[in-house]
């Protein structure tokens, strides 16, 4: 691969993405050309505060920090009109077979446009920004700690792209990243995921209902909403229903009071964190999706043909 033309952070806006562009600001990681957030468009406030604050380090340090998008997956996902997002929720079919939805979402809008951005900086010519110049080549920073070594992935996303992870690098766990921020007067550093993830786990949902109640109630409407599989009017060729809980049973009657094991371990809580070892680095990453689990039916008319 040729050597890069420009190194680009992907900024999840969680704990190690945000070590990563402070220590890009102040000089201790040097050389980084800019910085990426893709925004679904449903992060808490508290993401958006954090990015806003995040915001005026870049510019203090003469980083530009481009934020990207593909829509807004609220919206877009209960807009009869749009075409059918696949965000991966609970399912029970009539027989009460359990599933999961596919988790496209992430890559529709976050990675999607990440990449798009990576090839505009790169040469691509509008207004389709489709191919880059050849030889041309991006460095980019993706936030995995040493407690993620096995999400790291090292075959080529696509010909433009050279992935990097300085935190592994520098031997930084989650642990050591969130030490890190708080010594700087960052340890409020939230997860970044969107309102109405079903990944959130009970601790998750128990905070935003008892500290949020704003976020609270759009993600209970959010649930109702999507009982269908996400278009108010029904989804054709949808059997069964789709839930944000994992009891399959509508966000404000399901139990999130009940504090599981790992939780009075003190470990993560979130599915997101049950499925490693240490936890999501950023909520909701493009590039470690750990949902490969195909619906047990089907989502869409084009999938039910
Ligand atoms: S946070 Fe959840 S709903 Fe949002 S893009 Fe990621 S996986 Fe999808």
Known sequence: MSTPALRLLSLGAGVQSTVLALMACTGELPGLDGAIFADTGWEPARVYAHLDRLTGEFDRAGIPLYRVGNGNLRTDSLDPAHRFVSVPYFTQSPTGQRGMARRQCTSEYKLVPINRKVRELLG??????????????????????????????????????????????????????????????????????????????????????????????????????????????????????????????????????????????????????????????????????????????????????
């Not at 991006?138 to 433009?160: C, H, K, L, M």
């Not at 029904?234 to 229903?241: F, K, N, S, Y």
């Open 124 to 305: 691509a010519k509008p207004p389709r920004l489709r191919t880059v110049p050849k030889g041309r080549v991006a460095e980019q920073w993706i936030g995995f700690s040493t407690d993620e070594i096995s999400r790291v992935n090292d075959r080529p996303t696509n010909r433009y792209t050279l992935k990097r992870y300085p935190l592994l690098e520098l031997g930084l766990s989650r642990k050591d990243c969130e030490r890190w921020l708080k010594l700087r007067g960052w340890g409020e550093t939230a997860k970044s995921s969107c309102i109405g993830c079903p990944f959130h786990g009970n601790a998750h949902w128990r905070d935003m209902r008892d500290h949020h109640p704003t976020e609270w109630a759009d993600a209970v409407d959010f649930d109702h909403a999507i009982r269908t599989g996400g278009h108010r009017d029904g989804v054709p060729g949808l059997r069964g229903q789709a839930f944000l809980h994992s009891s399959r049973l509508p966000l404000d009657a399901a139990p999130i009071d009940r504090v599981t094991s790992r939780e009075w371990a003190d470990r993560q809580l979130d599915i997101f964190d049950e499925l490693t070892e240490q936890g999501d680095p950023d909520g909701c990453s493009p590039y470690g999706c750990r949902s490969n689990n195909p619906a047990p039916f089907p989502q869409s008319t084009k999938e039910a043909a």
